[in-house]
Structures are given as structure tokens and as C-alpha cells.
């Protein structure tokens, strides 16, 4: 069956391409949800009505689109994880994570359209792609911080507080000679 696509289909083509397709998948998979229109010489005017429709609202979109993007190039995402030796994290952090921050932030970006190569698996900064529809893509900084462990952050409390003693105890002796240095020295010149 030959249809005309009303929207960009993944895999079969872009928006108002003729194309031909399995009358199965038109019927009961692209033409029920509007992504296709059949295309035959009865509704040919009908069909060139549509695209036009079609076309301005894909404009919008696109619109749309680029300010979001835009929004996006400024964002930057934090990522709390948990890690161990040499940055290593636990786990990774995946386009589902970032969808969910992006989310928090009131971007709601489909995980999907997120790219990424492969899970990050380390701290630090990353640049990751979004891609929209319509060849539209922004880079939104990522940055994956570790969490301080409660036991780690006790103890290295614990570790500084005892250093502070340490390092008052060896100042308060010292200023305590000092002033018997200097009375020493005085009963001398006298």
C-alpha cells in the first residue's frame, strides 16, 4: 500500500514522503495514529490539504524545539552517586538518570532522546547530547559528584577534630615557655 507520511517515521522516512508499506502496517499500526495517510488518487486533494497543515505545525514544533534546546545548552545537571577508589562509581549513571534530573529541573525530555555511547561510570564533568526531532540537539553538562558515606563523613569528622586538639595541645605549651623564656631573660637584665 503506498501512504504519505503526516509525521517522520524512524526506520521508513521523513514527513510527506511517498512510501510503500505492508497494508497490515498501514492499517492498523501508522494510519490509526495519524502518522500516514493513504495515498491514492481519490484523496489526493485531501492529502495535499493535510501536508500543508501538517508542514506549519512541524515549523512550530521545530520552533519550539530549537528554544528548548537552547534552554538546555545552559543546563547543568548533578548527579549525587556513591563511589569508591579512583573515582570509580557504583553502578553508572544512565540516560534514565539524567532524563529524571532534567525532569526535576521541569525539562521533560524523553530518555530516548538522550544519547549516550555508554553508561558514565566515573566522576567528573560530561557533555551529553539530547536530540530532538528535526536534526535539533543540545549539549547539557553533566556533572557526577560522589556522596560522602555517613561512616566516611563521621570518621573523617572524628579525624579532624582530633587533629584540632592535637594541634592545640602542642600550641598551648609553647605559648606557656614562651613567657617563661621571657621572664628568664628579664631577671637576668636585671
Known sequence: MNIILCDDVENLGEMGETVKVADGYARNFLIPRRLAVQADSASAKKIEHELAIIKRREEKR????????????????????????????FGSVTTGHIAEKLAEMGHDINRKNIQLA?????????????????????????WVTGIEDPKKAAEAAAAAEAELAEAAEVTAPATEEAPAADTAAEADAE
Not at 521545530?62 to 579512583?86: D, F, M, N, P, Y
Not at 566515573?122 to 547539557?140: C, D, H, S, T, Y
Open 118 to 142: 555508554e553508561p558514565i561510570k566515573m566522576l567528573g564533568i560530561f557533555k551529553v547530547a539530547v536530540k530532538f526531532p528535526g536534526n535539533i540537539e543540545a549539549q547539557v553538562k553533566v
Open 62 to 89: 521545530r520552533a519550539e524545539q530549537s528554544k528548548v534546546a537552547k534552554k538546555l545548552e545552559k543546563v547543568t545537571v548533578e548527579i549525587q552517586v556513591r563511589a569508591g577508589e579512583g573515582d570509580k562509581i
